[in-house]
C-alpha cells in the first residue's frame, strides 16, 4: 500500500507540534497520531483503508477525543488540527525541539519499557 500520509500533512501536522507517521504491522498499515514531543507515550491509532479513509484504532490519550472514522487525508487535516487544539500546552513547537531528540527520547521510552516488561522492541 503507497504511504497513506502525504508530506503536506506530515509538515502541517509538525507546524502544529504534532507527529503524524504510517507504519506497518501484521499486513495492516496503521497511522500514529501524536504529541511532537511525546514524554507521556499518548497517541491516536487508525486504520489506513484503501479507499483513502481511516478507522479508528487505539488511543491512549487522556481526555482527548477521536473520531471513529475519517473520511480523507482532508478530514485527517481538520482532525490533527483539533488534536493540537485540544493538548494546547503539552506540545513543543517544531520550531523549539529537534526531532533526533524527541525521536531519541522516545526511542529510549519504549527500551525502558520493554526491559521491564520482557519484550523485544
Not at 509538515?11 to 499486513?27: D, H, L, M, N, P
Not at 487505539?58 to 472514522?69: E, H, K, M, R, Y
Not at 531519541?104 to 526491559?115: C, F, G, T, W, Y
Amino acid at each position: 500500500m503507497k504511504d497513506p500520509i502525504s508530506k503536506t500533512t506530515v509538515k502541517f501536522a509538525k507546524a502544529r507540534g504534532i507527529a503524524v507517521y504510517s507504519f506497518e504491522i501484521e499486513a495492516q498499515t496503521l497511522v500514529s497520531i501524536a504529541p511532537y514531543n511525546n514524554e507521556d507515550g499518548g497517541e491516536v491509532n487508525y486504520s489506513a483503508n484503501l479507499d483513502g479513509s481511516f478507522t479508528f484504532v487505539s488511543n491512549t490519550w487522556l481526555g482527548v477525543g477521536a473520531p471513529d472514522n475519517i473520511l480523507d487525508e482532508k478530514h485527517l487535516l481538520s482532525v490533527i488540527d483539533f488534536i493540537a487544539g485540544q493538548i494546547g500546552d503539552r506540545v513543543v513547537r517544531l520550531d523549539q525541539v529537534d526531532p533526533r531528540v524527541a525521536l531519541a527520547v522516545r526511542l529510549q521510552k519504549m527500551i525502558d519499557q520493554s526491559n521491564n516488561t520482557g519484550d523485544t522492541v
